[in-house]
């Protein structure tokens, strides 16, 4: 049973059509086809269903948190389900110099601290017994590549959030242009820069992020970037580093009637001190059958938490000459 839903997910890719192995092809068909028969012969068994929302929550789970980018642009942690995330820095110590042998002045440590904020996100979806019946690899199919998709999305939607809530119109560290010059990015990554202070961890990575239509000017020639920078942005995929930040182009997510959740004409500079987001604990998944019509749910929930506490690490670029 485990091995036929996991299958299924590790073949998925098998079913698009540009040469994938024959023997993946082989290897889905038969996971589905080993999916449905069971789904038939133990629809009854509750030990089959609890099965079916172990083996998601495994698979969404381990693709939620080890298959996407957002921890490689923003400084993400993965900490217990009932954990606090605490950021305390200790401030105060001062440096006197003084003659040998001569009084030294007395500071006092101080120390600030945040806690990160505590919500869920989840999906919860439902379909008639019947249909599941007659396919249902189908639908677990679906749950595994729709579901984490849409866990992926909501994520990077809420670093987002969290950033322009951080960098309104109102703020200093917001800068808006009628096309984006090199200055604009050169300005915005040393202001970022000389912004980071020392962690004791080693060097603070800087980052460039932002869709395609603000990410492709770096590379765009007419505009005199480095050609050794534009080069090695062009043969990674427009990933890339220029002047030594990361250069990462993010998806277009988008909701269930195509609305963007992250607009197009804009580019972030931010440090890797800019904030922190943790996940808490496993991704959670439950199922059951209502009492009064024949429809099975299936729902997914996790805890996150994110919080923007040094906002003078970011330069948040606007480019008016893009549509939104």
């Not at 945040?114 to 249902?136: A, Q, Y």
């Not at 992020?209 to 990410?215: E, S, T």
């Not at 909701?255 to 440090?271: C, K, M, Q, R, Y």
Request: hydrophobic share 35%.
């Amino acid at each position: 049973m485990k091995s036929s839903i996991q299958t299924l997910a590790r073949t998925h890719a098998a079913v698009d059509p540009w040469g994938h192995s024959p023997q993946l092809a082989e290897e889905y068909t038969k996971a589905k086809e080993e999916l449905n028969k069971q789904a038939r012969e133990r629809w009854d068994d509750p030990e089959f269903h609890r099965q079916v929302a172990a083996d998601l929550e495994s698979i969404l789970d381990y693709q939620f948190t080890f298959e996407n980018l957002f921890s490689t642009y923003f400084n993400v942690e993965n900490v217990g389900e009932w954990d606090k995330v605490i950021l305390r820095e200790r401030r105060g110590l001062k440096v006197f110099q003084s003659s040998r042998g001569g009084y030294i002045e007395e500071s006092q440590l101080r120390s600030e601290m945040w806690e990160l904020p505590r919500e869920t996100m989840g999906f919860h979806v439902s379909e008639h017994i019947d249909k599941l019946r007659m396919n249902f690899a189908e639908t677990i199919e679906d749950l595994v590549s729709l579901g984490g998709q849409r866990l992926e999305a909501e994520v990077n939607r809420r670093i987002f959030n969290l950033l322009q809530a951080a960098v309104p119109s109102t703020s200093p560290y917001y800068v808006s242009v009628a096309g984006m010059a090199k200055s604009d990015l050169d300005t915005a990554i040393r202001n970022v820069r000389d912004a980071i202070k020392p962690n004791g961890m080693g060097p603070v990575p800087v980052t460039i992020i932002g869709r395609a239509a603000m990410v492709d000017q770096i590379s765009d020639f007419n505009l005199g970037f480095d050609p050794e920078a534009t080069e090695e942005v062009r043969a990674k995929g427009r990933l890339g580093v220029y002047r030594g930040a990361n250069i990462i182009q993010v998806l277009n997510y988008t909701d269930d009637s195509g609305t963007s959740f992250i607009p197009a004409n804009e580019l972030w500079v931010f440090g890797g001190t800019v904030g922190k987001f943790a996940l808490y604990g496993g991704l959670q998944v439950k199922s059951w059958d209502e009492n009064t019509v024949d429809y099975r749910h299936y729902r997914a929930r996790k805890d996150v938490g994110g919080l923007v506490h040094h906002n003078e690490q970011s330069r948040r670029i606007i480019d008016g000459n893009v549509t939104p």
